[in-house]
């Protein structure tokens, strides 16, 4: 549409941008994937490439000029580019074009491909290629546009124009406002949104499975942004039982009050803002039974918030994690749930109290909450699960252990993290036997001589806190060779454990340590138990910052401080790499 001033054309929105790429040629050959994949670069939401009307020396489409294997090659790269956040589309050809139909990423979810309409919504009097591809139409002109001052130097400022090449801005710019309503929709979710809102298109009947979902709706595209996959946008309360079964953005915190269980179940993937949290009250319960738990529009979401009452014993109502509740604590369960992208994934405290107080009659820090996870992933968060101080003492007066654990966990970095700097991926003060059992602990990014070990990230630190580490044996037949082992990789600390003055021990038995720079490390922790373990050595190229001192090297044990005894048996030690010394036991 045309200003108002009378000179120009009008935007789509407000502070939507247009960024051009430019792309090699050769002859009449255009390849536009190098300029899409510097749009993707540059974190461009949506590339809109218009292009397939230029024809290959043998008459073929550019586009499926590439040989078989390049086509698979360029799948690859398009699904890098979409899963980083990038919306593709295409257009297709002005004319019917023979061979044009095998296009190896048209079924990228996040990939595009649009056809053309007339004015009049007709497909037919536009002669533009049609095949099974088309995700949906959209008008093809006559149509007002900027007209080149390169190729008309004279001409006049707008000229009329039409083809699929301006098709496919139609499309990008109603994503321009989509993206307005909601700046966190995904390139699936863009797809989703317009493909299920358009309009039908006159002749589709003579087109059948040709044309895609039909022609494209910006009013409606925009409605339904709205409300796609519900969004709460103010702090939500929880009051009574709730089930998530689908996904949906939240812009607040989520509060679980006392008494209720928020259940999320699989095929729900909840997208947080950052600085969220959900935050579960006494005596609440959060259970993500498959679903996923992630971060908003490329930043990190707060996290978990598991409250309790420092004064009051663990206990559950039932052996059943799936309905069991405990009267007094905060009560997550995670069963084969995805927990990702957070700062602190989980937080057995309330923060609203700061740092919690070793005290054990001092009631703030509202610590004592219960966590426990089978098959969990969790991923890229710079601190997976936190607990503070806490005595978990029986009606008859003896402390227990903590009731939460770990069981076939996955805790991961990998390229994909939003932080430089991980911490742990388990911390823990002041409490008894947390209980972790066939769980990984691994740094999955890339690692070169210029990593710093601070940047390695630990498995778990322990402080004046108990852990109990071992590996999963099947129940039937005690076939030990399923056994699935706890496992540090590439760490700088796969355990870290110290003693200010607790009586708390550390168990560790038949875990896998595999190139971490120290193993396992006891800062005058009594008793402790090192038994069975497998150390791999000298793989991890990181450097240790602390050069010059006691450990500056790679270290499968270490013992320091004063402690009364330990157990360290039957543990084996490997040596595969050349990058430092290392050592066994020291």
């Known amino acids: 549409a045309y200003t108002n001033n009378g000179i120009g054309i009008a935007s789509i929105g407000n502070n939507i941008k247009l960024n051009g790429y430019l792309t090699p040629t050769s002859g009449v050959i255009i390849n536009p994937f190098p300029g899409v994949w510097e749009a993707s670069q540059n974190n461009e939401p949506v590339v809109s490439i218009s292009a397939a009307s230029l024809a290959c020396p043998n008459g073929i489409e550019n586009i499926v000029c590439l040989e078989e294997n390049e086509q698979m090659i360029m799948r690859l790269v398009i699904e890098e580019i979409v899963s980083k956040g990038t919306l593709i589309i295409f257009d297709v050809p002005n004319t019917i074009v023979t061979d044009y139909d095998n296009l190896s990423y048209a079924n990228i979810p996040g990939v595009i491909i649009v056809g053309a309409v007339n004015k009049d ?200 994690n799936a309905t069991a509740m405990s009267p007094y604590q905060g009560f997550v369960f995670l069963r084969n749930a995805t927990i990702e992208n957070a700062n602190k994934a989980i937080q057995v405290w309330n923060v609203e109290d700061g740092w919690v107080s070793q005290d054990p009659t001092d009631e703030t820090g509202g610590t004592g909450g219960i966590v426990r996870a089978l098959n969990t992933h969790f991923v890229n968060n710079r601190n997976s699960v936190g607990f503070a101080w806490y005595k978990n003492i029986g009606l008859d007066g003896r402390e227990r252990s903590n009731l939460s654990y770990f069981i076939n966990c996955e805790f991961k970095m990998d390229n994909n993290s939003l932080t430089a700097f991980p911490v742990a991926h388990v911390a823990a003060w002041g409490v008894k036997d947390i209980m972790f059992r066939g769980c990984t602990f691994e740094n999955a990014r890339t690692i070169s001589a210029d990593t710093a070990d601070t940047k390695l990230g630990s498995g778990i630190v322990a402080i004046d806190a108990g852990i109990d580490v071992n590996d999963i044996v099947p129940a039937v037949n005690q076939d030990y060779s399923t056994v699935i082992h706890s496992r540090f990789v590439n760490l700088q600390h796969g355990v870290f454990v110290s003693n200010t003055g607790s009586i708390y021990r550390t168990k560790v038995y038949d875990a896998e340590f595999e190139n971490c720079l120290r193993g396992i490390r006891n800062e005058g922790v009594a008793l402790s138990e090192f038994v069975g373990n497998l150390f791999t050595m000298g793989g991890n190229p990181a450097h240790i910052t602390e050069s010059g001192s006691l450990w500056d090297y790679d270290e499968g044990i270490i013992l320091h401080g004063e402690m009364d005894g330990f157990v360290v048996e039957q543990n084996s030690f490997n040596r595969t790499g050349t990058n430092t010394i290392s050592f066994g036991v020291r």
């Open 121 to 320: 919504g007709l497909h037919g009097p536009t002669g533009s290629h049609h095949n099974s591809n088309i995700d949906l139409c959209a008008p093809w002109g006559l149509m007002p546009v900027a007209n080149s001052t390169v190729i008309s130097p004279t001409g006049p400022m707008y000229v009329e124009k039409y083809g699929t090449s301006y098709a496919t801005p139609m499309v990008a710019g109603t994503v321009g406002l989509l993206l307005s309503i909601n700046p966190c929709l995904g390139p699936q979710d863009i797809e989703d949104i317009l493909k299920s809102t358009t309009d039908p298109i006159a002749d589709a009947a003579t087109f059948p499975g040709l044309l895609g979902t039909g022609r494209l709706n910006a009013y409606q595209a925009c409605l339904a942004a709205q409300t796609y996959n519900t969004y709460i946008n103010a702090s939500l309360t929880i009051s009574s039982n709730t089930t998530w079964s689908s996904s949906r953005h939240v812009y607040g915190d989520v509060t679980i009050e006392e008494g209720v269980t928020l259940t999320i179940n699989n095929g729900a993937v909840i997208q947080i803002a950052s600085g969220r949290s959900i935050v579960i009250r006494p005596g609440g319960k959060l259970f993500v039974d498959g679903g996923v738990i992630t971060n908003s529009c490329g930043e990190m979401w707060e996290g978990i918030i598991v409250q309790g009452n420092k004064l009051q014993r663990q206990t559950l109502t039932t052996t059943d």
